[in-house]
């Protein structure tokens, strides 16, 4: 008999089912298998089982085919096959309440956090920095929390970084030395930023963590998609903005232990794409999310194609195993379906390396943890259909959904509250008389900077940062005082905000 919060995975060639207990999705779990063997159903039926269980669900979307979780399937004789299959007595058809986002704002609710939220860790990855260059965001964040300056959007970096070249040498004395350079670099890569669309996703209203976490009016968990079609041409931004949500995860939630069910699911799908070209501090920084994030409720699932996608450190961390089928046609492709099967722990009585070449479209090898945390014997499985449509909604349909969305108006409209940007300049004026012009064709390299900026990101006339200002913060931060902001591992606020 299945337990109340038990997942039916499908069936095995016994006739046996193979249960997934959700209570352990706080493990962690790992989907992989070429492009076409039925990842994505399978990401979606475990996504429908937790949304029935009431857990909410956060996974983006990175084809659209996902968003037919919202809509019932259909009856259909191999569906019904399969159920006789697997033993499976009751299945109604039926879809999951979802929330559809988009960082663009055109397919769904607009997702934004500060750059204040962000934080210099996640901020410089998102901006492919160096060491040196990475040094410097961060003398901006830390003179930025000291004295409350909220960097909002790109427009309040940008005039904390003119402060900062223009004054270079006073903070030398406190930072080390700080190169025009490396900061007209780091300007340059917040226009390239700018121009793939992440301007849009700095600002407010901010997300708030709670609005992925909702129920319906039946208790069941609210699937909340993420459009990243257009999204995923862009890498880093996709996967700093996954990287900020858990940590923000992380920090925002409350210690929680094990459960019998957990409190989100997440779903990193095209995961990969995290860990390519992801420096040692920062891999570190997510392997320690990753062991951590568990004790406050929340299960993560990488999808990718092979297992050594995810690095051992991480990988190791993963409890459920589902391996679609891989492809050995060349010497490195078949180094990939022996590394895949030997993550499993085996069973005698399955090759699982060949079994891999072999499985059909739906089809997988499967290990779960007991009700102990021990991973079981590696299984073939015939995955059980999801109970909503397979496949991406009508564009009638999603918009229907949309404009009946219960957050619907709440994060449509942005805005530009007092920020560093008008504290900042407030701040210059009260604190300099009026400057004397300099002659013609004499600007600074720091004024030089502040015009581009306010070219490309918009704000009025900046007047230069007075000498008053640059003793305060220094005094201030050399001190440790004052409105300084603790941030957590990956460089995000730590606590609420």
Not at 459 to 478: C, D, F, I, P
Request: with cysteine; glycine share 10%; hydrophobic share 40%.
């Amino acid at each position: 008999m299945v337990d109340l919060h038990q997942i039916v995975l499908g069936g095995n060639k016994e006739g046996k089912q193979i249960l997934f207990d959700a209570g352990m999705a706080n493990r962690h779990g790992l989907i992989t298998g070429a492009t076409g063997t039925g990842k994505t159903v399978t990401l979606q039926l475990l996504a429908e089982s937790f949304s029935r269980l009431g857990v909410p669900v956060f996974s983006a979307d990175v084809k659209g085919d996902l968003s037919g979780i919202a809509s019932p399937g259909q009856e259909h004789h191999k569906i019904t096959e399969r159920l006789n299959r697997i033993g499976i007595q009751t299945h109604s058809f039926e879809g999951c309440p979802v929330l559809f986002w988009d960082l663009l704002g055109q397919t769904g609710h607009p997702i934004r956090t500060t750059v204040s939220e962000m934080g210099p860790i996640l901020l410089a990855n998102l901006l492919s920095l160096n060491e040196t260059q990475s040094g410097i965001l961060h003398v901006a964040f830390t003179v930025a929390d000291a004295q409350g300056l909220l960097l909002l959007d790109l427009k309040d970096l940008h005039t904390m970084l003119g402060w900062i070249v223009e004054h270079r040498q006073e903070l030398a004395k406190e930072y080390g030395n700080i190169s025009t350079p490396s900061i007209t670099t780091i300007q340059r890569n917040l226009l390239v930023l700018k121009e793939s669309g992440g301007v849009n996703f700095f600002g407010e209203p901010a997300l708030k963590i709670q609005d992925l976490m909702r129920t319906d009016f039946s208790g069941r968990g609210v699937v909340s998609l993420l459009d990243a079609s257009t999204l995923y041409s862009s890498p880093k931004i996709y996967t700093s903005f996954l990287l900020w949500l858990l940590s923000e995860l992380m920090e925002e939630l409350p210690e929680r232990g094990d459960a019998p069910l957990p409190k989100l699911v997440f779903f990193f799908d095209e995961a990969h794409l995290l860990f390519d070209n992801a420096t040692p501090a920062l891999l570190q920084r997510i392997t320690q999310v990753v062991r951590l994030i568990r004790s406050k409720g929340v299960g993560i699932f990488f999808v990718s194609q092979y297992p050594n996608d995810i690095p051992e450190e991480v990988l190791g961390q993963l409890g459920c195993r589902i391996q679609h089928a891989l492809r050995a046609f060349t010497p490195k492709d078949q180094k990939a379906v022996r590394v895949a099967a030997e993550t499993f722990r085996q069973n005698p009585q399955i090759d699982t390396e060949t079994m891999i070449s072999e499985l059909g479209t739906g089809e997988a090898l499967i290990s779960t943890l007991d009700d102990q945390g021990r991973p079981t014997m590696v299984d073939w499985c015939l995955l059980s259909p999801p109970r909503s449509h397979i496949g991406p909604l009508g564009d009638t349909e999603r918009e229907r959904l949309f404009v009946n969305s219960p957050l619907k108006g709440l994060y449509d409209t942005p805005i530009d509250r007092e920020s560093a940007y008008e504290i900042l300049t407030e701040r210059a004026a009260a604190l300099q008389p009026p400057p004397t012009p300099e002659p013609q064709g004499q600007n600074s390299m720091s004024q030089q900077i502040i015009h581009a900026g306010k070219t490309a990101f918009g704000g009025g006339q900046r007047q230069s940062m007075g000498e008053a200002l640059l003793k305060s913060v220094v005094r201030t931060v050399g001190s440790q005082i004052g409105r300084s902001l603790i941030r957590g591992i990956l460089g995000s606020f730590s606590g609420r905000r």
